[in-house]
């Protein structure tokens, strides 16, 4: 099970899984200047016993020189409008769609 974090656009991006892993293509920003961006905090717990993993998101948004967590589900809609076989549920959790 491999997990693949992007970085370099600057900007948030969708993920997908791909055979056995999952791939997040960007995940943002997390200090911009004068910039308000999506951004977002993955947090991935292994079972070595089940060799799995759970995937949970927490949206953020990037300003002025901090990032603080949002309670609204925008970021999701951003992530998921731009996402191929995965979706991230409103409490965060992420699902395969396929």
Known sequence: CDIIIGSH????????Y????VIFYSLGNFLFEGHRR???IVTITYNPQKLSYDIS???CLAHSYRTDDVSDNS????MNKHSINAKIQPDGT???TD
Request: glycine share 8%; with cysteine; hydrophobic share 40%.
């Open 38 to 40: 999506e951004t977002c």
């Open 75 to 78: 970021v999701f809609d951003l």
């Open 94 to 96: 992420l699902v395969r």
């Open 9 to 16: 656009p600057h900007v948030l991006q969708g993920m997908e």
């Open 18 to 21: 791909y055979k056995d892993g």
């Open 57 to 59: 998101v927490m949206p």
